[in-house]
Nanobody
Framework: QVQLVESGGGLVQPGGSLRLSCTAS????????MGWYRQAPGKQRELVAD???????NYADSVKGRFTISRDNAKNTVYLQMNSLKPEDTAVYYC??????????WGQGTQVTVSS
């Protein structure tokens, strides 16, 4: 099976930065798209950003210019650098990965809280 393990969440003041990491392990042939979603209390889960194996990126309008997604294919790891954080970025952030010949997997989620 495949597991995704996230790290890097926490409490940060408005205007601060955090870097999330997510590593996939297990029976992995290759990984197509990897990405980050988030879900705030009382709201639907939404796409934050994703990145193809070749490095093409896609961002939600609300995070463009502030967040940067990247990946290390050799390490099966995806990163999300979050700068200029706002209170409205507060949410549980979930990593996702589309594994070739296996399907789409989700991490357990990591809490990001932006508050003074």
């Amino acid at each position: 099976q495949v597991q995704l393990v996230e790290s890097g969440g926490g409490l940060v003041q408005p205007g601060g930065s955090l870097r999330l990491s997510c590593t996939a392990s297990g029976s992995i042939f290759s990984i197509n798209t990897m990405g980050w979603y988030r879900q705030a209390p009382g709201k639907q889960r939404e796409l934050v950003a994703d990145i193809t194996r070749g490095g093409r990126t896609n961002y939600a309008d609300s995070v463009k210019g502030r967040f940067t997604i990247s990946r290390d294919n050799a390490k099966n790891t995806v990163y999300l650098q979050m700068n200029s954080l706002k209170p409205e970025d507060t949410a549980v952030y979930y990593c996702t990965a589309n594994i070739v010949l296996s399907g789409t997997y989700w991490g357990q989620g990591t809490q990001v809280t932006v508050s003074s």
